[in-house]
């Protein structure tokens, strides 16, 4: 008999019941609860009369309309005030552990999550959420449901699941200096496309993926999604078990070595066979930055706009044009030649602490291009802030005419007041660059977190390798 | 949960492919604690030509002529006709809904994203995947007034012509869907296992069972 694959391991690890037409009903070690998609969940418990199964595997905390500003005085849209305060009450009633906008702990849920170690390796990770997948970077099975199944797995600790295919993308070899995490996931969804991944978990792999840290492990299982994919792992290895060891949610004592133990087999065996596998070399990816409205719509940084004309389909062909119509820019049109209005730095996919030090690096001395309208720095949590400003890191951005902000989701998806105008063009270092996303008729385009830094002191696209040493102080 | 077995309904074409839900309902109107009232926001920055905002009245606004719900052939639909990759994006299941709420009980198309997929079948709204051909011909077909007749249990779809195309679906989320079923009630037919794991997975991994 084959091995099993890292998500076949886990997958049995937590099967419940299993039904006549293959599908499981699986236990969740996990949720992780948002003011957004959850007080409609807490309305159905309500109704039915019902509590959560297992109160305490559940943690809340309000992201994605708090303000990154001014926190102190509150949250002044009253719509967006109920939805928190509605988080709160609902915490507090069904005595659910919550990090308040006030809490040092808060952040955006995905950061906090590793971060306090509530997330683990060997668990399901649930949240409504779709980039709940970044917690796959430690061997959890983690994905994004919905707010029915928010309620479910409240009411009893299950969800009904039919498991998924196994997908390997291995990256072979190191990355170029310069080359990051945020690059390499860029390139793979530009390789497989933005549905490559449907119905498939994908279990990264390969030297360029062992070499990266957590936090660039977490940025790729993080956009699995946006490959299509509801979930994405990358084995346990001394990187993980180093990352876990000592924080607050993590086991002690004898706990902890018997978790090691069992975290050490969570990858897949030799002889595991996968659905289907795509290799890349990691020497031929480039800094990534996409030119249109799904994130496959990625070029390197010293390549061009595609032309429509090229493409395989019609139904392609489309999506191109309307894409190039709405982002404002002609096929052939060189990438660094696209001026920016707005860059972004943060968002769960580059908002912790080493996307903060790749930005602060290349800042540092410089000053952002009088054309740029704002710079916005928003790290992932109260602690990642708490840990660039012991390091300084503030102060250089401060120094280039950034903003420093407060945490939370701020102009990721532009629920709260941070948000791009029409027509303006923002260098983010987000996940999504689809119509309206960061504002209305706002124009995205992905980056990491170098490039987005590099983009606010040049004024238009740039690898940071290309900066002018002049403008160096 | 909302049953769905039959539907003879209007058929609204909408031709791109990877529409998210991000297009489906922009967040603005996620910031709501409800679960009605969403369907006059339904593809808001498409269908109107002003900028959307929570809790406003949609009556008087400024209609994006060009977008295909605003066609008068195609008003009262209830199937929606589209492309691949349908819902991908964000998790938020305010996009079915939207959908369910403007009136719209199923969508064809060649694939979902996973999540919406899901997230459908908890509302009622049935998501029918036919191949990539069937899609295209039924696009190529479709003409002013153009119905489909679905029908749940027998898994097909009837064309104006009286041409038969089945579709496939899971037997479990069949039957959910046909009885429009609780699947909380359901899942809590199994407590007792669900109890029994918790057991046994305690003592391989006390760690996770600490707070009990
Ligand atoms: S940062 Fe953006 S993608 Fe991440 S959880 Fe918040 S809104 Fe979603």
């Given at each position: 008999?084959?091995?099993?694959?890292?998500?076949?391991?886990?997958?049995?690890?937590?099967?419940?019941?299993?039904?006549d037409?293959?599908s499981c009903?699986?236990?969740?070690?996990?949720?992780?609860l948002h003011?957004?998609t959850?007080?409609?969940?807490?309305?159905?418990l309500r109704?039915n009369g019902?509590q959560?199964?297992?109160?305490?595997?559940?943690?809340?905390v309000?992201?994605?309309n708090?303000?990154?500003?001014?926190?102190?005085?509150?949250?002044?849209?009253p719509?967006s005030?109920?939805?928190?305060?509605?988080?709160?009450?609902?915490?507090?009633?069904f005595?659910?552990?919550?990090?308040?906008m006030?809490?040092?702990?808060?952040?955006?849920?995905?950061?906090?999550?590793?971060?306090?170690?509530a997330t683990?390796?060997?668990m399901?990770?649930?949240?409504?959420?779709?980039?709940t997948?970044?917690?796959?970077?430690?061997?959890?099975?983690?994905?994004?449901?919905?707010?029915?199944e928010?309620?479910?797995?409240?009411?009893?600790?299950?969800?009904?699941q039919?498991?998924?295919?196994?997908?390997?993308?291995?990256?072979?070899?190191?990355?170029r200096?310069g080359?990051?995490?945020?690059?390499?996931?860029l390139?793979i969804i530009?390789?497989?496309?933005?549905a490559?991944?449907?119905?498939?978990?994908i279990?990264?792999?390969?030297?360029?993926?062992?070499?990266?840290?957590?936090?660039?492990?977490?940025t790729?299982?993080?956009?699995?999604i946006?490959?299509g994919?509801?979930?994405g792992l990358?084995a346990?290895?001394?990187t993980?078990?180093?990352?876990?060891?000592?924080?607050?949610?993590?086991?002690?004592?004898?706990d902890?070595?018997a978790?090691?133990?069992y975290?050490?087999?969570?990858?897949?065996?030799?002889?595991?066979?996968?659905d289907?596998?795509?290799?890349?070399?990691?020497q031929?990816?480039?800094?990534q930055?996409?030119?249109?409205?799904?994130?496959?719509?990625?070029?390197?940084?010293?390549?061009?706009?595609?032309?429509?004309?090229?493409a395989?389909?019609?139904?392609?062909?489309?999506?191109?044009?309307?894409a190039?119509?709405?982002?404002?820019l002609q096929a052939?049109q060189k990438?660094?030649?696209?001026?920016?209005?707005?860059?972004f730095?943060?968002?769960?996919?580059?908002?912790?602490?080493e996307?903060?030090?790749?930005?602060?690096?290349?800042t540092?001395g410089?000053?952002?291009?009088?054309?740029?309208?704002?710079?916005?720095?928003v790290p992932?949590?109260?602690?990642?802030?708490?840990?660039?400003?012991?390091?300084?890191?503030?102060?250089?951005?401060?120094?280039?005419?950034f903003?420093?902000?407060?945490?939370?989701?701020?102009m990721?998806l532009?629920?709260?007041?941070?948000?791009?105008?029409?027509g303006?063009?923002?260098a983010?270092?987000s996940?999504?660059?689809f119509?309206?996303?960061?504002?209305?008729?706002g124009?995205?385009?992905?980056?990491?977190?170098?490039?987005?830094?590099a983009?606010?002191?040049?004024?238009?696209?740039?690898?940071p390798?290309?900066?002018?040493a002049?403008?160096?102080? | 949960?909302?049953?769905?077995?039959?539907?003879t309904?209007?058929?609204?074409?909408?031709?791109?492919?990877?529409?998210?839900?991000?297009?489906?309902?922009?967040?603005?109107?996620?910031?709501?604690i409800?679960?009605?009232?969403?369907g006059?926001?339904?593809?808001d920055?498409?269908r109107?030509l002003?900028r959307?905002e929570?809790e406003?009245?949609?009556?008087h606004?400024?209609l994006?002529?060009?977008?295909v719900?605003?066609?008068?052939?195609?008003?009262?639909?209830?199937?929606?006709?589209?492309?691949?990759?349908?819902?991908?994006?964000?998790?938020?299941?305010?996009?079915?809904?939207?959908?369910?709420?403007?009136?719209?009980?199923?969508?064809?198309?060649?694939?979902?994203?996973?999540?919406?997929?899901?997230?459908?079948?908890?509302?009622?709204?049935?998501p029918i995947?036919l191949?990539?051909?069937q899609?295209?011909?039924?696009?190529?077909?479709l003409r002013?007034?153009?119905?489909?007749?679905?029908d749940?249990?027998?898994?097909?779809?009837?064309?104006?012509?009286?041409?038969?195309?089945r579709?496939?679906i899971?037997?479990n989320?069949?039957?959910?869907l046909?009885?429009?079923l609780d699947?909380?009630?359901?899942?809590?037919?199994?407590?007792d296992?669900?109890?029994?794991?918790?057991?046994q997975?305690?003592?391989?991994?006390?760690?996770?069972?600490?707070?009990?």
């Open positions: 008999m084959a091995g099993k694959t890292l998500y076949d391991k886990l997958w049995d690890d937590h099967v419940v019941h299993l039904e037409d293959g009903l699986i236990y969740i070690d996990r949720q992780l003011e957004v959850s007080p409609q969940a807490f309305d159905g109704l019902r959560p199964w297992r109160v305490a595997r559940n943690l809340a309000a992201d994605h708090v303000p990154t500003d001014n926190r102190a005085q509150g949250i002044s849209d719509i005030r109920l939805q928190v305060d509605t988080l709160d009450q609902n915490c507090r009633e005595g659910i552990t919550e990090f308040d006030h809490d040092i702990r808060q952040g955006i849920v995905h950061v906090i999550g590793p971060e306090q170690g683990l390796p060997g399901t990770v649930v949240c409504g959420d779709s980039h997948s970044t917690h796959g970077a430690s061997a959890a099975l983690a994905f994004g449901i919905g707010t029915s928010v309620e479910h797995a409240l009411a009893t600790q299950c969800l009904v039919k498991k998924a295919k196994n997908l390997l993308i291995k990256v072979n070899g190191r990355t200096p080359v990051t995490a945020k690059d390499i996931i390139a530009g390789r497989i496309g933005a490559g991944g449907v119905g498939h978990s279990e990264f792999a390969g030297e360029a993926i062992q070499a990266l840290s957590m936090e660039g492990r977490m790729v299982c993080n956009m699995a946006e490959a994919a509801r979930a990358i346990v290895d001394q993980t078990i180093d990352y876990y060891r000592g924080r607050p949610y993590s086991p002690k004592g004898a902890w070595d978790a090691e133990r975290w050490r087999t969570l990858h897949s065996d030799a002889d595991a066979i996968f289907q596998v795509v290799e890349l070399s990691a031929d990816i480039k800094p930055v996409t030119w249109g409205t799904t994130p496959d719509m990625v070029v390197a940084v010293d390549g061009v706009v595609p032309d429509p004309e090229h395989s389909d019609g139904v392609k062909r489309e999506g191109m044009r309307r190039l119509q709405y982002m404002g052939g990438i660094g030649d696209i001026r920016l209005d707005r860059v730095i943060g968002s769960c996919t580059n908002s912790r602490i996307d903060l030090r790749a930005a602060a690096a290349v540092k410089r000053r952002k291009a009088a054309t740029v309208k704002q710079v916005l720095i992932g949590s109260g602690l990642v802030k708490r840990q660039a400003e012991a390091e300084g890191l503030h102060q250089i951005f401060l120094d280039a005419g903003e420093w902000r407060e945490p939370g989701c701020s990721c532009a629920m709260n007041a941070d948000r791009l105008e029409a303006e063009h923002c983010s270092t996940n999504r660059n119509e309206g996303r960061q504002g209305y008729g124009r995205t385009h992905l980056v990491s977190p170098a490039l987005a830094a983009a606010a002191i040049a004024g238009h696209f740039i690898d390798a290309e900066l002018p002049e403008e160096q102080a | 949960m909302k049953a769905f077995t039959q539907l309904g209007l058929v609204a074409p909408l031709d791109r492919a990877n529409v998210d839900t991000d297009a489906i309902i922009p967040k603005q109107f996620l910031k709501s409800r679960r009605a009232g969403f006059p926001f339904l593809f920055e498409w109107y002003d959307g929570p406003m009245d949609c009556t606004r400024p994006n002529p060009d977008f719900l605003n066609q008068p052939q195609y008003q009262g639909a209830a199937i929606l006709l589209t492309r691949e990759n349908f819902g991908c994006g964000s998790s938020r299941e305010h996009a079915p809904w939207a959908l369910e709420d403007y009136g719209f009980r199923a969508i064809i198309a060649p694939s979902y994203a996973d999540i919406f997929y899901n997230n459908c079948f908890k509302n009622g709204v049935l995947t191949t990539s051909a899609v295209d011909a039924l696009f190529s077909e002013p007034g153009y119905r489909l007749s679905i749940l249990e027998q898994q097909t779809i009837v064309t104006p012509v009286g041409e038969t195309l579709f496939n899971d037997e989320r069949r039957h959910r046909l009885n429009g699947d909380i009630a359901l899942t809590l037919r199994y407590a296992k669900i109890r029994a794991y918790e057991q997975r305690a003592a391989r991994a006390p760690w996770l069972f600490r707070d009990a």
